[in-house]
């Protein structure tokens, strides 16, 4: 059966070896980030994250504060909202309580969120969804 939010391969291709700063699973930060690489992050956040880069949160990751960033991975738990100039991309393990605004949105399923998403189409063109709308 074909999930109707993934139709095409993810459009974040992030290599590992390419990555430039971890926080670890053990790791527990309070106080915000500014990255200017890839951040990948696999601990405990209490903060705002800010990279000019990409950012990664791994399946045991719990982030409570807004992300900034090129493209966005969420494979662990955002307590905030994300806004990205590419692509968000939430894994069947992401969980996203808090608004959501990219130009490109990947939801893979078994993802949670609860928010608000705005997918960029052209300049000040934005197309919205809330998790709290009924379907039409």
């Known amino acids: 059966m074909s999930d109707i939010f993934e139709k095409k391969k993810p459009v974040v291709n992030v290599s590992s070896d390419r990555i430039t700063t971890l926080i670890g699973h053990e790791t527990s930060i309070t106080g915000s980030i500014k990255s200017d690489g890839i951040l990948r992050i696999d601990g405990k956040v209490d903060g705002g994250i800010e990279a000019t880069g990409d950012v990664i949160l791994g399946e045991k990751s719990i982030i409570t ?72």
């Open 65 to 136: 504060g807004d992300i900034k960033a090129v493209n966005a991975v969420i494979a662990g738990e955002l307590n905030g909202n994300i806004t990205c100039s590419g692509t968000v991309s939430i894994e069947s393990s992401g969980k996203v309580f808090g608004d959501i605004e990219s130009y490109n949105l990947r939801i893979v399923e078994g993802a949670v969120i609860e928010g608000r998403c705005s997918v960029k189409k052209e300049e000040d063109q934005i197309v919205s969804v809330s998790s709290s709308e009924e379907p039409a």
